[in-house]
């Protein structure tokens, strides 16, 4: 059952069918497979429109798994998207999903190429979705040079733990706009750095 809906979303992507992915998978006990959240057209529509708002035209994500997201936010919105995975043995491994996107690998401590990656983030924005490592995340944000931070994950009374949650403070960050995920208690959160006083 699990190899027939990696293999449906296979071929769906090969056919470039985003749409019949997200409106099919998105209540898929198995999803998390390939993805965490898949979000609605109208979500997409939601985020192409904050970020041509907040001037950016592409989004690095961090802990992008599959890529599926990635992928299909690209043939959405039109916005180039890469990203990135920590480095392991698990994506090297039989069992490890297929990839969606090239992935970009960091070490588990940040890497000079990635924090490079990070200073040179000029109209990016950094996305996180259903990450799981709240360390780390302040330290891809203590080298993100960009103004624009978007945060995918479960709101309150969904009973799944993520780090960041949507909407858990960020110090140096105010929230610009949110959208929740359909009706699944996941949300969208785009935050804009604060200006330096
Ligand atoms: C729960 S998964 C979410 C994957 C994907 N974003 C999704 O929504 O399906 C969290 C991902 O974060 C990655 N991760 C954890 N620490 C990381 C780090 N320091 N840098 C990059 N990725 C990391 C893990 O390898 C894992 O793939």
């Known amino acids: 059952m699990e190899d027939n809906f990696v293999n449906s979303v296979l071929t769906l992507y090969k056919e470039k069918n985003w749409k019949a992915i997200v409106n099919t998978y998105r209540d898929y006990p198995e999803r998390n497979k390939l ?44 916005l180039l998207v890469s990203g990135v995975e920590v480095d392991g043995a698990w994506w090297r491994c039989k069992y490890a999903p297929p990839n969606f996107i090239p992935l970009l690998f960091t070490a588990p401590t940040l890497d000079k190429d990635t924090k490079s990656l990070l200073r040179n983030a000029n109209s990016t924005a950094l996305l996180f979705c259903y990450f799981n490592n709240g360390p780390a995340f302040k330290d891809y944000l203590e080298y993100f040079s960009g103004n624009v931070l978007i945060i995918i994950g479960p709101g309150e009374g969904k009973g799944v733990h993520t780090d960041p949650k949507p909407f858990d403070q960020v110090p140096e960050w105010t929230l610009h706009a949110r959208e929740e995920v359909g009706n699944t208690k996941d949300f969208i959160a785009v935050y804009c750095k604060n200006p330096k006083s």
């Not at 529509?45 to 599926?68: A, K, M, Y």
């Not at 990635?70 to 919105?77: F, G, N």
């Open 35 to 78: 993805l965490w959240v898949f979000p609605t057209e109208k979500n997409f529509l939601f985020l192409r429109q904050c970020l041509v708002e907040l001037g950016c035209d592409r989004i690095l994500s961090i802990g992008c798994g599959s890529g599926l997201l990635e992928w299909m936010i690209t043939e959405a919105t039109g």
